[in-house]
């Protein structure tokens, strides 16, 4: 069981840049969700997926943040017009059962916007 | 709305030592709480659930309870050894696991 996959790892990009994280969670879980870590907010929800399908996105920026699941092995996180302030470790986790399990997070990735 | 609150920043202990760390925890539901551990370079991983008040989890040497009345939980642990250095967070779980809320963590230091 190699775990949530994350990549990159971490990612430079300019102001104004369209940033693309990939996340590929554990095989057979039918949950995943992203979450944002900066030192100044600490670990924030962003959204959720479960079965493929947008469950909860109520942690998401309304401009420039976008997610997507096309399929059971990985989910996107797309940041367009990407600004300084949106640099911070993105994490994605998964779970069997959203309602009954233990969400197991990746090592993230970490962006950095110049 | 659900929030939790972490007020110890940082703590440094020697190895062998006990360690307590408290929370607290506001929701409108029933809650899940969680204690994350997470290395640096690593995503957190769980350490315990708690899904019922005044009964204990534990794991690993860990031990964690919550207390519905103050809305409190706590983590502890009797001797602490060097490789325990990491930040724990407290999490709260919404009624249906599908959202967990961190505290602001703990970044626990323990010198040989």
């Known amino acids: 069981n190699a775990g949530v996959i994350q990549t990159p790892r971490h990612k430079v990009t300019g102001k104004g840049q369209e940033a693309t994280l990939w996340c590929e969670p554990i095989?057979?879980?039918?949950?995943v969700f992203w979450y944002r870590q900066t030192i100044v907010q600490g670990l924030e929800f962003l959204t959720y997926?479960?079965?493929?399908?947008?469950?909860?996105d109520s942690g998401m920026p309304k401009e420039r943040f976008s997610a997507q699941m096309p399929n059971q092995s990985h989910s996107t996180l797309k940041i367009q017009s990407t600004q300084p302030q949106d640099s911070a470790v993105y994490l994605c986790a998964s779970s069997l059962d959203p309602g009954q399990d233990t969400q197991y997070f990746g090592p993230g990735t970490r962006l950095l916007v110049l | 709305g659900n929030s939790v609150t972490q007020m110890q920043g940082q703590v440094t202990l020697s190895e062998e030592e006990f360690l307590f760390i408290n929370c607290t925890y506001s929701?409108?539901?029933?809650?899940?709480l969680f204690w994350y551990v997470q290395y640096p370079g690593e995503g957190p991983q769980l350490l315990l659930k708690v899904t019922t008040a005044n009964n204990k989890g534990s794991s690993r040497g860990f031990e964690a309870t919550y207390d519905k009345g103050t809305t409190s939980f706590h983590l502890q642990k009797a001797s602490v050894q060097e490789s325990d250095s990491a930040v724990y967070y407290c999490?709260?779980?919404?009624?249906?696991?599908?959202?967990?809320?961190f505290g602001s963590g703990t970044k626990l230091t323990v010198e040989p």
């Open positions: 999490v709260l779980g919404d009624s249906n696991y599908n959202v967990l809320y």
């Open positions: 997926f479960r079965n493929q399908a947008p469950i909860d």
């Open positions: 929701t409108t539901g029933y809650p899940t």
């Open positions: 095989s057979g879980h039918s949950a």
